[in-house]
């Protein structure tokens, strides 16, 4: 430090404007790289909006409520497409939410140390099989089993009144119920990863002070785990729907690909992911227009499920916080 108070205070001086000069860059950087996302992510739907737009904008409502598909007389709608990525989707939650939630929480609450590793490290290899291994087990493993215990489920399920009519239809093996349950499993090591981390947050003097009082091990889940982690599982679960709305080659293999619009979970149908991955190689003029919009469609389909998840976890934190 120089003895002359004079040349100290300058070089304060220097070294603050310095700094400040360091943390302006740095947070038009930060602020740069998250533009830069948001300018990706418009990009993406506004060329996807363009290359639809001979069939969205001159088809019209037409695209969005028929669910008719021939590329011969330039007859398209986006409505069996939707159908089955939404029916498929939704099967893969209620399939692998339950069974996500109960492996989160044996891993946390009653497995023993020495098996938590191997049941999480088994969770996390399962998250990274590639998709097109999923489609190939469930083509040549998975659709001969459920065309064998089909006709059961028919047989059972199929007499019951409303319900019935979800499993009624030829013992194929190829339909809406098998591409769910292949995406259940595809989506439930992610759901269980989000789920397992965030009950491991749950400060333990809670769960002791409860297991003290007398609680038992369902009344420590459902009182103390649960409402503490509450907004975290619900992001998770959206995440895991996010992945099943946009799974492609694992679909594929197993849907069947029928431009239809059924009751039955046991038929053949298609996903808007499907679609595009079997028809866009040869698709010219409007039929590559109408491929791009179903990309269009899948992309607000997307978007209005996160919207939701957002909303749904701002309200639980605003009635956190109430």
Not at 6 to 19: E, L, P, T, Y
Not at 118 to 134: D, H, K, M, W
Not at 230 to 256: D, K, Q
């Amino acid at each position: 430090m120089s003895s002359n108070p004079a040349i100290a205070v300058s070089n304060v001086d220097q070294r603050s404007r310095r700094d400040a000069r360091r943390d302006a860059l740095f947070r038009r950087l930060l602020k740069a790289c998250a533009l830069l996302v948001l300018a990706a992510l418009l990009g993406a739907a506004l060329s996807t909006l363009w290359g639809g737009r001979e069939v969205l904008f001159g088809q019209g409502l037409h695209f969005l409520t028929s669910d008719a598909w021939n590329p011969v007389t330039g007859d398209y709608g986006a409505l069996a497409p939707v159908f089955g990525t939404l029916v498929t989707s939704l099967i893969a939650l209620l399939l692998a939410v339950p069974v996500s939630f109960g492996i989160a929480l044996f891993l946390t609450e009653i497995a023993p140390a020495w098996l938590r590793g191997p049941v999480s490290t088994a969770i996390e290899l399962l998250a990274s099989i590639p998709s097109i291994i999923y489609g190939m087990w469930g083509l040549f493993v998975f659709v001969p089993f459920m065309a064998r215990i089909e006709p059961a489920l028919s047989d059972t399920l199929g007499r019951i009144p409303l319900l019935g009519k979800l499993f009624q239809g030829p013992p194929l093996g190829l339909g809406l119920l098998t591409a769910g349950i292949v995406l259940a499993v595809m989506v439930l090591p992610f759901i269980c990863s989000v789920m397992r981390e965030v009950f491991q947050t749950v400060p333990v003097r809670l769960k002791e002070s409860a297991y003290a009082l007398g609680s038992t091990t369902w009344e420590v889940v459902w009182d103390i785990v649960l409402p503490y982690t509450r907004s975290a599982v619900i992001g998770g679960i959206f995440l895991g729907l996010g992945r099943a709305l946009g799974e492609t080659m694992a679909v594929t293999f197993v849907l069947g690909n029928a431009y239809s619009i059924t009751s039955s979970l046991l038929m053949p149908g298609t996903t808007i992911s499907s679609s595009i991955a079997n028809e866009f190689n040869e698709a010219v003029g409007t039929h590559r227009s109408a491929l791009i919009a179903l990309g269009f469609l899948l992309f607000v389909v997307t978007f209005v499920v996160l919207l939701i998840a957002r909303l749904m976890l701002r309200r639980l934190a605003r009635r956190e916080g109430a």
